[in-house]
């Protein structure tokens, strides 16, 4: 059981830079979630894919962001232009089903610093 | 706006004593509860979850109450140990959603 891995697992920038975070998930899950969770708060929701397929995104990912799911295996969330306020912990998600109320199995995350 | 809060951060109990953690939600469209639990420099993990048709779920030491009328929920872990320390996250889940809105989080400490 490898569970889900995220890498790296820390990263700094500077303000401006773009950075590319990735995620992969169990192997035989379909739907693989994005979240992000800021100091004393909950996780919030991204967006999700179910294989290959985007089909959610919050409003909170701005045109900065965009996320991919090639072939329905690992995911990579890039982050443009990045700004101090996109520092959190970025953290992923897989499961196994389509009705929405699976559980989800979360990754360690990425911890983004931008100076 | 918070759609679901937890209004306590922190809940110190002494081993073998029940841990309860509370959950208030606004969002009539919710259906679905989570509770999961949270290690530091670890990702969450789920711990226990309850459908709106019901009112309580057990598992092991975790039970889960739902009271539709108040829009809350709690979480009871009896007896508590200090392994149970960590930080506890309550989340809920619309009827046709997908994602899972998520509480600030309550902070348990489980006191040998």
């Given at each position: 059981?490898?569970g889900v891995s995220q ?16 995620c992969?998930p169990i ?6 979630y994005w979240y992000?969770q ?5 996780p ?45 912990m970025y953290l992923c998600a897989s499961s ?7 559980k989800l199995f979360f990754g360690s995350g ?6 | ?35 999961y639990k949270k290690?530091?420099?670890e990702g969450p993990t789920f ?42 996250f ?10 899972l ?12």
């Amino acid at each position: 059981d490898t569970g889900v891995s995220q890498d790296p697992r820390h990263k700094i920038t500077k303000r401006g830079q773009n950075v590319t975070f990735r995620c992969d998930p169990i192997s035989e899950h379909n739907r693989l979630y994005w979240y992000r969770q800021t100091l004393g708060q909950g996780p919030e929701f991204l967006t999700y894919f179910q294989n290959e397929a985007q089909l959610e995104k919050s409003r909170l990912l701005s045109d900065r962001f965009s996320a991919e799911r090639p072939k329905g295996s690992f995911s990579t969330l890039e982050i443009q232009r990045t700004e101090q306020g996109d520092s959190a912990m970025y953290l992923c998600a897989s499961s196994l089903g389509t009705a929405g109320r699976e559980k989800l199995f979360f990754g360690s995350g990425t911890q983004l610093s931008v100076l | 706006d918070q759609q679901v809060k937890q209004n306590s951060p922190s809940l110190s109990v002494q081993e073998g004593r029940i841990s309860i953690l509370n959950c208030d939600y606004t969002n009539s469209m919710f259906d679905y509860f989570l509770w999961y639990k949270k290690y530091p420099a670890e990702g969450p993990t789920f711990l226990i979850s309850i459908s709106s048709i019901k009112d309580k779920n057990e598992d092991g030491r975790f039970t889960v109450f739902l009271n539709k009328s108040a829009k809350h929920l709690s979480l009871h872990i009896v007896p508590s140990q200090p392994g149970d320390s960590a930080v506890y996250f309550c989340a809920a889940c619309e009827t046709s959603g997908s994602r899972l809105t998520f509480g600030e989080g309550t902070q348990l400490t489980v006191n040998p």
